[in-house]
């Protein structure tokens, strides 16, 4: 084999085991997949921002029961929806998201969102931190979140 046909195979299997381990972080063995994982930059003011994305269920029905980012982002994480409740917009606390099978559900300013509270710094527009989901079948998926202007 010449060194050139062994560089050529090298960048190739490169790129697959790269390719594989990126799509590994956001999709696990059951089929779920998210996508469009971002948070809105935050100034502080109260100490907590917000991370949307979308969520693709897999074979079989499940819901998104929790996530955590590391001490150093954030105090405290937890799930919650915004609804409207006489005209106006109230947040609360969800003990689960349901992701349907096959379907597809969008965390979305107004809507569904996970809440970072007792934020460590702000969040400023370009950075990148880890979330953990955890899902009630037993999956759990680390994604990269990145942090737009708000």
């Known amino acids: 084999m ?32 998210v996508t469009d994982v971002w948070a809105r930059s935050s100034p502080m003011v109260d100490g907590a921002a917000a991370a949307y994305m979308n969520i693709q269920g897999g074979a079989e029905d499940d819901a998104l029961v929790s996530a955590s980012v590391a001490a150093d982002v954030a105090g405290k994480v937890e799930l919650h929806e915004t609804r409207m409740v006489d005209g106006k917009h109230s947040m609360q606390m969800v003990l689960g998201i349901d992701i349907p099978a096959g379907g597809s559900v969008a965390l979305e300013p107004g809507g569904y969102h996970i809440m970072l509270m007792g934020l460590v710094e702000p969040l400023e527009p370009g950075e990148i931190f880890d979330t953990d989901l955890v899902f009630e079948s037993g999956a759990t998926i680390t994604v990269e979140v990145e942090v737009r202007e708000g």
């Open 2 to 33: 010449s060194e050139r046909t062994r560089t050529a195979l090298m960048w190739i299997l490169g790129v697959a085991v790269l390719g594989a381990g990126i799509w590994m972080l956001v999709k696990d063995d059951d089929g779920l997949r």
